[in-house]
């Protein structure tokens, strides 16, 4: 594996990134979440991947935590009120039906590439989820199999909630397209847990440098206007909570750099907060 950058050789590679900063979360003791099995499944792979990003490290582990942590909430309200299928789609090393308290019959859907899910089934086998758990391997960008297992799904569901955790921006824009318009197509599929970022941070996404620390999977999603984009294809904000404010809520605040904490005692600190506000999650629903 090549450590003098960045050792991400595939997109599947970011779950392992991703893991180890759920297993570091875990064990801290202020933590937001506990992911008991985060620890078991990245294994020296994960952690290796994770200490090759550590130019990106300060905000990426941030951004997990609070992410986690609002879907997590997110998942819990809409349950209560009937939901009774998650479909996750690019699910990783995610364990949520393994620690969120949702009520056992609901139906918890891992789709991702077939390595990822072998890896799950082997490293968790033993091990009982809260819920009823299934597992679907193969590549989510090969449209003609999505389509048929959407299809089988959608007959054979209630009320699904669609989550697609950290997976957008590893897509191109028609990938995105297709696939909103796919998931559009089905009644059962009712929301879709998604995530936001401004045009403000295009730019950094765009760099070289960026880039080069994310190695073989980099942001490709940049569409000039995020709300459009989607509602073209059916889907609209239902809630929009941004990472900023969520922080804030759970006492994790935003990291903001050195030189703009200095700016805050000469600058509108409101003006400085919004720029904060860069990146978010969402529920979309169908108009």
């Known amino acids: 594996m090549n450590t003098s950058s960045s050792s991400i050789q595939h997109v599947s590679d970011t779950s392992y990134w991703m893991a180890a900063y759920r297993a570091m979360e875990s064990e801290r003791k202020d933590a937001l979440f506990h992911d008991h099995y985060a620890k078991l499944l990245v294994g020296d792979y994960g952690n290796q991947i994770s200490q090759s990003m550590k130019s990106v490290a ?28 998650i479909i996750s789609l690019g699910a990783g090393l995610d364990t949520r039906p393994y620690r969120l308290n949702v009520p056992s019959a609901t139906r918890w859907i891992e789709i991702d590439f077939p390595d990822l899910i072998e890896l799950k089934k082997r490293k968790l086998e033993g091990i009982k989820p809260l819920c009823a758990l299934e597992w679907i391997g193969f590549d989510l960008e090969n449209r003609q199999e999505r389509q048929r297992i959407f299809a089988d799904l959608n007959r054979s569901i209630g009320p699904a909630i ?11 824009e028609s990938v995105v397209s297709d696939l909103a318009n796919d998931l559009y197509l089905h009644p059962n599929f009712k ?12 730019p950094r996404y765009q760099t070289e440098a960026f880039k080069k620390s994310l190695g073989r999977a980099p942001f490709q999603f940049f569409p000039a206007d995020w709300f459009a984009f989607f ?7 239902k809630e929009m909570d941004y990472l900023y404010d969520e922080g804030e ?3 994790r605040k ?3 750099p050195w030189w703009v904490n200095l700016l805050m005692y000469v600058a509108p600190k409101e003006k400085i907060i919004q ?7 969402m529920v979309f629903e169908k108009k």
């Open 275 to 281: 720029n904060a506000r860069v990146s978010a999650y």
């Open 254 to 256: 935003f990291p903001l």
């Open 231 to 237: 509602e073209k294809s059916g889907w609209v904000k």
């Open 162 to 172: 669609i989550l697609t955790e950290g997976v957008i921006p590893y897509l191109t």
């Open 58 to 85: 300060r905000y990426a582990y941030w951004t997990l935590v609070i992410r986690t942590r609002l879907i997590d909430d997110y998942i819990l309200k809409y349950v209560n009120q009937g939901y009774t299928t």
């Open 249 to 251: 809520r759970l006492g």
């Open 191 to 202: 929301l879709w847990v998604a995530e936001y970022y401004s045009p403000l941070v295009y």
